[in-house]
T-cell receptor, first 115, second 115 residues
Framework: SAVISQKPSRDICQRGTSLTIQCQVDSQVTMMFWYRQQPGQSLTLIATANQGSEATYESGFVIDKFPISRPNLTFSTLTVSNMSPEDSSIYLC????????????FGSGTRLTVV | TQLLEQSPQFLSIQEGENLTVYCNSSSVFSSLQWYRQEPGEGPVLLVTVVTGGEVKKLKRLTFQFGDARKDSSLHITAAQPGDTGLYLCAGIANAGGTSYGKLTFGQGTILTVHP
């Protein structure tokens, strides 16, 4: 199964600035998924990143606010742009496990606080 | 939009007690997964159920998929403090095979097991 390295693990940022979160996977994967999660709550899908094409965003999320790069089959970045305190959250990347149980592997998350 | 209603949202029990978490939907899912998440980590897959009526056991945890593949339950026998965490159900609505379908998450259940 895939192992995901996500960084930074946490950051405190000033409002109006941008933060780029990186996810590195130890094997090639077709799809990478980016989620947002409030502590102790469920996950909300932001977008799906497919190598070689533009990311597909879910309702309520736009490319200008959350630009995503997917330069190759093992790496992706999510940028949180022009941050406000409402963007304070945990951001996670995920890939599908290539196993019969169809599970997904998640990074350990980036805890973002915007002040 | 497929929705998963997960209940209860909070569970606080004593060590040795049994508990059940429920996930219900009006939609059919090709598979349903259960994850456990600890603070500062991403969700970790516990099990995937794919066949209606399927029951899977993982030590003291029993997972069941409803006959119509619209609901699932997680039962923990003789809970221990190490079971404490956020439990999430997640379904894939797209049919078949090695699906790249999006995960739909339930709201999550925060379980606290007191010694």
């Amino acid at each position: 199964s895939a192992v995901i390295s996500q960084k930074p693990s946490r950051d405190i940022c000033q409002r109006g600035t941008s933060l780029t979160i990186q996810c590195q996977v130890d094997s090639q994967v077709t799809m990478m998924f980016w989620y947002r999660q409030q502590p102790g709550q469920s996950l909300t899908l932001i977008a799906t990143a497919n190598q070689g094409s533009e990311a597909t965003y879910e309702s309520g999320f736009v490319i200008d606010k959350f630009p995503i790069s997917r330069p190759n089959l093992t790496f992706s970045t999510l940028t949180v742009s022009n941050m406000s305190p409402e963007d304070s959250s945990i951001y996670l990347c995920s890939v599908e496990k290539r196993l019969a149980n169809y599970g997904y592997t998640f990074g350990s998350g980036t805890r973002l606080t915007v002040v | 939009t497929q929705l998963l209603e997960q209940s209860p949202q909070f569970l606080s029990i004593q060590e040795g007690e049994n508990l059940t978490v429920y996930c219900n939907s009006s939609s059919v899912f090709s598979s349903l997964q259960w994850y456990r998440q600890e603070p500062g980590e991403g969700p970790v897959l516990l099990v995937t159920v794919v066949t209606g009526g399927e029951v899977k056991k993982l030590k003291r945890l029993t997972f069941q998929f409803g006959d119509a593949r619209k609901d699932s339950s997680l039962h923990i026998t003789a809970a221990q403090p190490g079971d404490t965490g956020l439990y999430l159900c997640a379904g894939i609505a797209n049919a078949g095979g090695t699906s790249y379908g999006k995960l739909t998450f339930g709201q999550g259940t925060i379980l606290t097991v007191h010694p």
